[in-house]
């Protein structure tokens, strides 16, 4: 399966200001995915990344507060913008592995983001 | 994507099997059956997933019944480090996005 990173592990921030997060794969993968676990809550996806093409937004997430780059086939980056305290969440990058006989979607380790 | 049901919590003594259901009445034919676990605080973590045949591997068993609209996730011998939240979707295979829906909260006691 793929190995996913991502930085920062976790962050304190204030609000107004905006977080890059890193998303880092050891093997070339088509699709990237960025979701969101607010506190107590299940993972809402955010949005697809596919090489070469603009991220598809999910309903309710846009692209001038999530801003995403995917300059590569290993790597993807998610900006927060003009952050508030209702973005306190952990962040996660996922993707798909197309390896196997059937593609399965493997996460990285989440960024946990807290804005003061 | 098919919604699944699945009960918020569940609890199980250590050593003893854990059987995860799933609802997924709405399944479609080219839907495959995922479930995923997530222990406090860390990224998901793929566990098995099937098609309409009974699935094992080294973590888990997965049986689906023969209409497909319901499975459940078997863990052989649960230990306290099994304690987490399971999530059990249903996708197409090949670029499809996984959806998440509440998941049950399994609690492995000593």
């Known amino acids: 399966s793929a190995v996913i990173s991502q930085k920062p592990s976790r962050d304190i921030c204030q609000r107004g200001t905006s977080l890059t997060i890193q998303c880092q794969v050891d093997?070339?993968?088509?699709?990237m995915f960025w979701y969101r676990q607010q506190p107590g809550q299940s993972l809402t996806l955010i949005a697809t990344?596919?090489?070469?093409?603009?991220?598809?937004?999910e309903s309710g997430f846009v692209i001038d507060k999530f801003p995403i780059s995917r300059p590569n086939l290993t790597f993807s980056t998610l900006t927060v913008s003009n952050m508030s305290p209702e973005d306190s969440s952990i962040y996660l990058c996922?993707?798909?592995?197309?390896?196997?006989?059937?593609?399965?979607?493997?996460f990285g380790p989440g960024t946990r983001l807290t804005v003061l | 994507d098919a919604k699944t049901t699945q009960p918020p919590s569940m609890d199980c003594a250590e050593g003893r099997a854990a059987n995860l259901p799933c609802n997924h009445s709405?399944?479609?034919?080219?839907?495959?059956v995922y479930w995923y676990r997530q222990i406090h605080s860390q990224g998901p973590q793929y566990i098995i997933h099937g098609l309409k045949n009974n699935e094992t591997n080294e973590m888990a068993s997965l049986i689906i019944t023969e209409d497909r609209k319901s499975s459940t996730l078997i863990l052989p011998h649960a230990t306290l480090r099994d304690t987490a939240v399971y999530y059990c979707i249903v996708r197409r295979g090949g670029g499809f996005k996984t959806i998440f829906g509440a998941g049950t909260r399994l609690f492995v006691k000593a």
């Open positions: 093997s070339q993968v088509t699709m």
């Open positions: 709405t399944i479609s034919g080219n839907e495959y």
């Open positions: 996922s993707v798909e592995d197309t390896k196997g006989s059937t593609d399965t979607q493997y």
């Open positions: 990344a596919n090489q070469g093409s603009e991220a598809t937004y």
